[in-house]
T-cell receptor
Framework: DQQVKQNSPSLSVQEGRISILNCDYT??????FLWYKKYPAEGPTFLIS?????DKNEDGRFTVFLNKSAKHLSLHIVPSQPGDSAVYFC??????????FGTGTRLKVLA | KAGVTQTPRYLIKTRGQQVTLSCSPI?????VSWYQQTPGQGLQFLFE???????NKGNFPGRFSGRQFSNSRSEMNVSTLELGDSALYLC????????????FGPGTRLTVT
């Protein structure tokens, strides 16, 4: 049972436009959500996170939105840059030290 | 500050063999978690160690085991390797067991033939 789902395996966006990556979860006990970025041959890098008590968190070009009623979160990247091309994973945890990751979305930013 | 290091980076084994992977966390980090990454499955949690104690375990068979040493370095062992164990094994460290920010190493690519 996949508790965290990223239904789009890939996404292509033009440089300078907005990239929107989506993530759905099923476990209402999750109280913290994270986004990681992964380049080939490297481990995932922490990008941004959000607590379940918030509905938005912003860090520079990256904004994460959380819709608890829909059990949905999204990552917005504005403006998108070619260096943003990577695989993005969302993850969720309920504080039990166990992280559940999605299957990832490969973002390609076209110059 | 040095990041998380994993050795070896690449490994080829045959079915039935066993393998040990090593992870050195960031200095000062006491929690180490292990993940398996396969195409289409994302990152699947294996286990987490904090202060030499296993704090949590994912849904993997007993062939997968781990341990943590007093210097926080961790090893993961897989016995009786199967073809399906071919994957990228990632280690992540964090300061505290309850810390939400994990820092990942580059991974060990294991190929079982």
């Amino acid at each position: 049972d996949q508790q965290v789902k990223q239904n789009s395996p890939s996404l292509s966006v033009q440089e300078g436009r907005i990239s929107i990556l989506n993530c759905d979860y099923t476990n209402s006990m999750f109280d913290y959500f994270l986004w990681y970025k992964k380049y080939p041959a490297e481990g995932p890098t922490f990008l941004i996170s959000i607590s379940s008590i918030k509905d938005k968190n912003e860090d520079g070009r990256f904004t994460v939105f959380l819709n608890k009623s829909a059990k949905h979160l999204s990552l917005h990247i504005v403006p998108s840059q070619p260096g943003d091309s990577a695989v993005y994973f969302c993850a969720a945890t309920s504080g039990t030290y166990k992280y559940i990751f999605g299957t990832g979305t490969r973002l390609k930013v076209l110059a | 500050k040095a990041g998380v290091t994993q050795t070896p980076r690449y490994l080829i084994k045959t079915r039935g063999q066993q393998v040990t992977l090593s992870c050195s966390p960031i200095s000062g980090h006491r929690s180490v978690s292990w993940y398996q990454q396969t195409p289409g499955q994302g990152l699947q949690f294996l286990f987490e160690y904090f202060s030499e104690t296993q704090r949590n375990k994912g849904n993997f068979p007993g062939r997968f085991s781990g341990r943590q040493f007093s210097n926080s370095r961790s090893e993961m062992n897989v016995s009786t390797l199967e073809l399906g164990d071919s994957a990228l094994y990632l280690c992540a460290s964090s300061k505290q067991s309850s810390s939400y920010e994990q820092y990942f190493g580059p991974g060990t690519r294991l190929t079982v033939t």
